[in-house]
């Protein structure tokens, strides 16, 4: 049986008057966080709201506009870079792009100097820091970390490391993907040496737009995936839909969006499946100082990018896509989005909130004329 849980992981201190930080390492109750709707904010008002502590009194009063979702964080090396590699063209590395980087790295710099947020994989709970290390891949050979996420592409990255570590030849090989052999985790080292990998090695990871993640995790998991519909699903069918608890007949493979949802809602993010986990909590960015985050919706040159970074052999490159990948269109989740009963939504969003404010992610509008279209 799936327990039920109501514990979010994450509190606001004081009143919505008092511009008091968000405490995200403590729990909250349920009935707090289910608040009003939310449209996207300007890239000022954004970073401001953030630096304030105030994402979540934004959703309660649903003060937010428009803004452009900023490129991945990075550096001029890494323009530059791409540049010669051609990638972009030059229009594509101007000065508004260089601006959209650093309001990244502002946010995330800003959000993790909070007195409650952690500063080190030591200020970490043991289940977070267990979490953290068993999600952080190691290179010793050209010595750089990736943090994986699930369907962000971490499959491909996959391939990538063991091709550089020589367990396959290609990274075209057709095989299915084994996610645990011959991968080096952080989690089997010891402090010592997980202390001298974090401070001299290159860390990088891959974030995705997150209702388009969940979306993909939901479609993939509950739609293709035996496993999933009969550990999760049978439950999440029993419990969210009225007149089945006790049917035996139920398989889980019908689980609709909103069962999702609501299932989620319930569930402690720290002790979520790793395809649904918020990023943050995969990942610790406040907690490991990350050279680079790559975005999905950037992903060849980006995954370029850290190739070149880590001095990988010309013949290394990442994976093209599979013929038989089904992408999360915006057409699509524009649909799951505006057909979710917007109260679930609303209630859904606290939940990832870090993962929308600390990589730039605008909220998703779904306001009536928007969904109209």
């Known amino acids: 049986m799936l327990p039920r849980r109501h514990d979010y992981g994450m509190k606001r201190t004081g009143g919505p008057r008092n511009g008091s930080v968000i405490n995200f390492r403590t729990t909250v109750n349920s009935g707090s966080v289910r608040r009003s709707s939310a449209v996207l904010p300007s890239v000022l008002t954004f970073l401001v709201i953030v630096a304030s502590g105030g994402l979540l009194l934004m959703i309660e009063k ?43 790295n502002r946010t995330i710099r800003t959000v993790c100097s909070q007195k409650n947020m952690p500063h080190s994989i030591w200020s970490l709970s043991p289940l977070q820091r267990k979490t953290l290390l068993q999600h952080i891949l190691v290179n010793d050979q050209y010595h750089f970390l990736y943090c994986y996420v699930p369907k962000v592409a971490c499959s491909n990255w996959k391939r990538v490391l063991k091709v550089l570590n020589g367990a396959l030849e290609s990274v075209d090989v057709n095989i299915k993907m084994d996610h645990r052999s011959d991968l080096l985790f952080l989690s089997s080292f010891k402090p010592e040496e997980i202390r001298h990998r974090l401070k001299h090695y290159f860390k990088f990871m891959f974030v995705r737009e997150p209702m388009e993640r969940l979306l993909s995790a939901y479609r993939n998991k509950f739609g293709e995936i035996e496993s999933y519909q009969k550990k999760y699903g049978v439950e999440i069918v029993k419990r969210y839909r009225k007149g089945r608890a006790k049917d035996a007949s139920v398989t ?56 070149q970074r880590i001095g990988a052999p010309p013949h290394v490159r990442f994976p093209e896509r599979q013929t038989w990948y089904k992408p999360v269109t915006t057409e699509t989740l524009h649909y799951y989005l505006c057909t979710l009963p917007q109260k679930l939504l609303r209630e859904l969003l606290p939940k990832y909130i870090l993962d929308f404010s600390l990589y730039a992610y605008p909220l998703p509008n779904t306001t009536t004329e928007h969904c109209r279209h």
């Open 252 to 307: 889980g493979d019908d689980v609709t969006f909103a069962e999702f949802v609501n299932y989620l809602l319930d569930e402690d993010a720290e002790r979520m499946n790793e395809h649904w986990m918020p990023v943050y909590n995969l990942c610790q960015p406040c907690a490991v100082s990350y050279d680079f985050i790559g975005s999905y919706e950037h992903l060849e040159s980006d995954s370029e990018f850290v190739l």
């Open 62 to 104: 649903g003060m937010l506009n428009s803004m452009e979702t900023p490129p991945p964080r990075g550096s001029g090396k890494r323009l530059d870079l791409i540049r010669r590699v051609g990638k972009h063209s030059p229009a594509a590395v101007d000065v508004d792009s260089q601006i959209l980087q650093e309001i990244r």
